[in-house]
């Protein structure tokens, strides 16, 4: 309990932290400093990434510890190159009075970020950063904020989340947690545990101990709670986990299930697939009641269903078809529809949280493809293959996604399973580096 206390505490110190845009400047900024993060190829772009300038000697190790973390975080999204700082020019003091705009360009800087940690008669300290456009010498953006020391890391997740979207004009998605299967053992006797950690592998917490199988978590939309699938006497049990205080509860026993239910995006139901007389349906369970309502009716598997973003349509596979494809349907089980009709096996179907896409995996002659497609069938994209890859999930702005892959060791005797992601471009793929292997991600939606 003590893990789930101390993230707690973490976070409800954060959550009153002071927010303050700094204005001065903010408003007269006229440039168009932009990353068009929707084109194929993107040329990442150069930006400054100053140590914040801290008062004292723990307020400078912050200061350098947040500049790493958003500096990781912006060079992680294959979007942003940051500059070297041992070829910075101006002296972080005299930066804060104002940038000497020439020392900038002449590292061929298009963005500088800077900024100061202070400590507060509470105890708390103040975290300022400023974002400026090198060239045109403007001040783009800049918030504040008033933390426990403790926080630190966080603030550097908000703060990257910032400069990604002042920059993209798209919203950013550091400051989020995936949950994750962490396995360990030989092929033949996996020990799979619950995990979760910060979006770029930090903080990593156990939340079982590996006694019981688990498979396929699921975040809330509040990121407070998951649903994942154990086992209990050989049956598949159901469990609702609060990440909270670390509370634990049986949602059901559902024979026949393959896959942990999906919450609605409003979070008072989840979406499930389980056997009833030899035959796999959709069901929908109501969290305040209890009661499920079957949606499909068919004599082919209906399984893994997902919601759409409004929650008004559901995402599923079928072989109803004669084989494995995708279909779409309302969120009473009215007027389903197939949208993939390509060969091969489609399958772990995810909507995006923007809406326009449905991520899937795709079997085809042997190999592993991760892929979106649109709701209506149309735009087919393949962006990764590999031995395996599988589980996609996508992260809170609909911009990238994570999944994991493993490879098979050279006798054939063992796989390796690590996390990746990659952007909806396929082109910026990154191992998501955990303790041991790892499968099955869910991404949160960002951290309120």
């Known amino acids: 309990m003590s893990a789930f206390m101390t993230r707690c505490d973490r976070l409800a110190r954060l959550a009153v932290l002071a927010l303050a845009v700094l204005v001065a400047g903010a408003a007269a900024a006229r440039a168009e400093l932009r990353v068009d993060i929707t084109r194929g190829t993107v040329q990442p772009m150069p930006i400054a990434i100053t140590d914040l300038l801290g008062q004292g000697q723990s307020e400078g190790q912050i200061g350098r510890d947040i500049s790493a973390v958003v500096s990781a975080d912006l060079e992680r999204s294959g979007l942003f190159k940051p500059i070297d700082k041992r070829a910075f020019i101006q002296d972080l003091v005299s930066l804060q009075q104002q940038p000497r705009f020439a020392d900038w360009q002449v590292l061929r800087a298009q963005a500088l970020v800077s900024g100061t940690v202070e400590p507060q008669p509470d105890g708390l300290v103040r975290v300022a950063f400023r974002l400026w456009d090198v060239a045109a010498q403007q001040h783009l953006t800049g918030f504040a904020y008033r933390i426990e020391p403790k926080a630190w890391r966080r603030v ?6 910032q400069i990604y979207e002042r920059i993209t004009g798209e919203k950013g998605y550091f400051d989020s947690r995936v949950v994750y299967i962490a396995e360990s053992g030989p ?14 592998g930090e903080n990593n917490q156990f939340l ?5 199988l688990v498979l396929t978590p699921r975040y809330s939309p509040t990121t407070e709670e998951i649903t994942y699938l154990s086992f209990f006497n050989n049956r598949p049990r159901v469990y ?6 670390g509370r634990q509860e049986v949602l059901g026993d559902f024979p026949g299930m393959t896959f942990a239910p999906r919450f609605s995006p409003d979070g008072n139901r989840v979406l499930m697939s389980m056997a009833a007389n030899g035959n796999t349906e959709i069901y929908a369970m109501d969290l305040r009641t209890r009661r499920t309502q079957q949606l499909t009716n068919h004599p082919a598997i209906d399984t893994a269903p997902s919601f759409s973003d409004d929650g008004s349509r559901i995402v599923f596979e079928s072989d109803r078809g ?12 009215s007027d389903v529809k197939r949208i993939t009709f390509g060969q091969g096996r489609y399958a772990n179907p995810v909507w995006s949280p923007r809406g326009d896409l449905i991520a899937f995996t795709r079997l085809y002659q042997g190999r592993f493809y991760i892929g979106v497609i649109r709701p209506d069938g149309t735009g087919e994209r393949l962006i990764t293959e590999a ?22 060791s050279s006798d054939g005797r ?16 990154r191992e998501v580096v955990t303790p041991m292997d790892a499968s099955d991600p869910a991404w949160s939606p960002l951290i309120p």
């Open 322 to 333: 004669g084989t494995q494809q995708l279909y779409v349907m309302g969120a009473d089980g």
């Open 156 to 161: 550097a997740h908000k703060i990257a989340d």
């Open 208 to 212: 079982t101990d590996g006694r019981s």
């Open 387 to 408: 031995y395996h890859v599988e589980g996609p999930t996508w992260a809170p702005n609909g911009r990238v996604l994570m999944y994991f892959k493993e490879t098979p």
């Open 414 to 429: 063992s796989r390796r399973a690590r996390l990746y992601s990659i952007d909806l471009t396929g082109q910026n793929e």
């Open 240 to 245: 609702l986990f609060n990440l909270e205080t």
């Open 187 to 200: 092929a033949n006797q996996r020990v799979k545990r619950l995990a979760v950690m910060d979006q770029d």
